[in-house]
């Protein structure tokens, strides 16, 4: 044995250390899989986007789709609506997010920047309200639009919130128009 | 209390057990010679109470295990077929959905006693905050357990109660699509609930022996709030506690079973018969009734984060009521102002209750408000002052001196309705 007493407790500092780090990055090792499990898995990304034929839609009517597990909701909005949703002046608003995937990241919410040009009559948005996910029913509410039973939100017939406890805007999923009565969702 | 032990076997097997694993002495310990004081009333019987309702909805839980299947297009289905086809199925599947109410029943009760009696005062606040985390428990595997069974209300009670994570900044959608492991409470989301909902309960069992430990460091409190003082004050918990506790669990189950037999959904939600729809929220979506006023809480909030901050804030507040309260007097017999506030705020509560119960319109939504604020003012603002200002009546000298005195009429302390 050595009598030297310096090289020997760097040797015990050494293994310390050592044996800390690898527990350490042992765990997070382990922790990733564990904890990452639990996200979606690559069957439900899969399932990403749907088709919907708009044609049948009548004026004044709406139709649910399932998209991802939720609910899309397609109105063919009257023109007295699309009236009462271009007179609201932004700062009115409780959100002024457009919340639309299909324009620029904080674009104002007109009603314009909820629908696509020249496609105005038809209002696709999630049918999942922004407070706690309930679906919100339509032609209910205050202001012609939704209203969500779960929390009282009302939602205008943009889909913007005017009223209640969602802090945000019906959000717009990203779709485009494959025809001219045709939108593919995602 | 953990005074020395006068567990002295006779027999020899046990003998020789005993001086290699010395079980039985702790059991002989902590449940035959344990001393109790001796003037607990019937408040005092819901710990036993809470103790065979967790061990009843392990055992019928695992059971209805082995006829459930966790799967979005089964669950519903495979309940019914309990209910339905397996042998007793009908009064195991009711025994549990019903259980876990009366199981909150007990749990409430118990609560309000440890509130009336001051029983979170020193030394015993590890021991209250430990049960203020098995309530947290118990609520986390109530919420899951009710969202097995796969109907409207499971679905969207899921839904609603997941998305609370969706007011946490920043990383709020992330946690909720992690929580739910999709874009919706679907298969995936029912899977690990169910995981949970069996893993849950033997957390709580953990949690719970952890409790009775810190019980039996500190001792038992008692309806005068005065410390156990000499071995008058004192009854061996066998048999004198164990007989009051049956007898008070048999009138519990007495209740408890006429509910499972005769009334099985009276404290549930018709609409849960309907198989679970993602595209359809019902009409009026309600928490089963054991949450509606932490619900009511929530909504009173008009914003989505400070509402949910609210929410949780309604419980986490209990683990600082030993601090809260500033009395060094525990028993509310002997606080005159404090005992009415206490009662005060079980009325607040039960309002609370009904406004959950309600939609949020009209004046439930001022109600609802009011009720929320006097909630946390109870806490926040009256307990604090009240113990300051407040002269309490004089403390009797020693647990027997109180219960002597109560026996022979000299002194009518006034004892809470039993």
Not at chain 2, 63 to 91: C, K, Q, W
Not at chain 2, 291 to 315: E, H, N, T
Not at chain 2, 332 to 347: C, D, G
């Amino acid at each position: 044995m050595s009598t030297a007493e310096a090289p020997d407790e760097d040797r015990r500092d050494f293994l310390y250390i050592a044996t800390g780090a690898v527990g350490a990055v042992g765990a997070a090792a382990l922790a990733i899989p564990l904890i990452d499990q639990m996200n979606p898995s690559a069957s439900v990304l899969a399932l990403a986007s749907i088709e919907v034929d708009l044609s049948p839609i009548e004026e004044g009517q709406s139709i649910t789709v399932k998209w991802r597990g939720n609910p899309v909701i397609i109105r063919h909005r009257t023109a007295k609506e699309i009236e009462e949703a271009k007179a609201v002046p932004i700062a009115d608003l409780p959100d002024p997010d457009a919340r639309n995937a299909n324009v620029t990241d904080g674009s104002e919410a007109t009603d314009a920047n909820r629908v696509v040009d020249g496609k105005e009559q038809y209002l696709v948005q999630m049918g999942v309200c922004t407070h706690l996910g309930c679906v919100p029913i339509g032609n209910e509410g205050e202001y012609d639009g939704w209203f969500c039973p779960c929390h009282g939100s009302h939602y205008d017939t943009a889909g913007r919130i005017r009223k209640g406890p969602a802090p945000e805007n019906l959000p717009v999923p990203e779709y485009k128009y494959l025809s001219d009565a045709k939108i593919q969702i995602g | 209390m953990s005074g020395h032990s006068t567990y002295n076997p006779t027999n020899p097997v046990m003998k020789w057990v005993d001086d290699r694993l010395p079980l039985p002495r702790l059991m002989y310990d902590s449940f035959v010679s344990y001393p109790v004081p001796r003037n607990l009333n019937y408040w005092y019987t819901f710990g036993g109470i809470l103790m065979i309702m967790m061990v009843s909805q392990i055992i019928t839980g695992i059971v209805l295990v082995m006829h459930y299947t966790p799967h979005v297009d089964m669950a519903f289905d495979s309940v019914e077929h309990i209910r339905r086809d397996v042998n007793y199925g009908n009064i195991l599947q009711k025994w549990h959905a019903v259980g876990g109410s009366f199981f909150f029943i007990a749990v409430y009760i118990h609560i309000a006693r440890g509130m009336y009696y001051g029983s979170y005062k020193a030394p015993r606040e590890i021991l209250w905050m430990l049960g203020v985390a098995i309530f947290l428990v118990m609520m986390a595997t109530g919420f899951m357990g009710y969202v097995l069974p796969w109907g409207q209300m499971s679905f969207w009670g899921a839904k609603v109660i997941t998305n609370l994570f969706s007011a946490v900044p920043f990383f709020g959608e992330a946690i909720v699509t992690w929580l739910w492991g999709g874009f919706s409470v679907d298969n995936a989301t029912l899977q690990r609930f169910f995981s949970l909902h069996y893993l849950l309960p033997f957390v709580l069992v953990g949690v719970v022996i952890l409790h009775v430990w810190a019980l039996h460091v500190t001792g038992q409190g008692n309806p005068t709030g005065v410390e156990v003082k000499s071995g008058q004050d004192t009854l061996a918990f066998t048999p004198f506690a164990t007989v009051k506790d049956a007898f008070a669990l048999s009138v519990f189950f007495i209740v408890f079973t006429a509910f499972v037999f005769f009334l099985p959904d009276y404290l549930g939600h018709s609409i849960n018969y309907e198989e679970a729809n993602p595209l359809v929220t019902p009409e009026h979506i309600v928490p089963e009734w054991y949450y509606l006023p932490f619900y009511a809480i929530l909504r009173a909030v008009p914003d989505k984060l400070l509402g949910v901050v609210a929410m949780f804030g309604s419980i986490l507040v209990w683990f600082i009521l030993p601090w809260l309260d500033t009395s060094k007097v525990r028993s509310a017999t002997y606080r005159p102002i404090f005992k009415q506030l206490f009662w005060l705020l079980m009325i607040d509560f039960f309002i609370l209750g009904v406004v959950g119960a309600n939609p949020p319109e009209g004046w439930w939504i001022t109600v609802g408000q009011i009720a929320t604020f006097y909630y946390f003012a109870h806490f926040l603002i009256l307990l604090p002052l009240v113990g300051l200002l407040e002269t309490p009546r004089p403390l009797p000298s020693s647990i027997s001196d109180a219960v002597l005195a109560k026996n022979t009429g000299k002194q009518p302390a006034a004892q809470p309705a039993e």
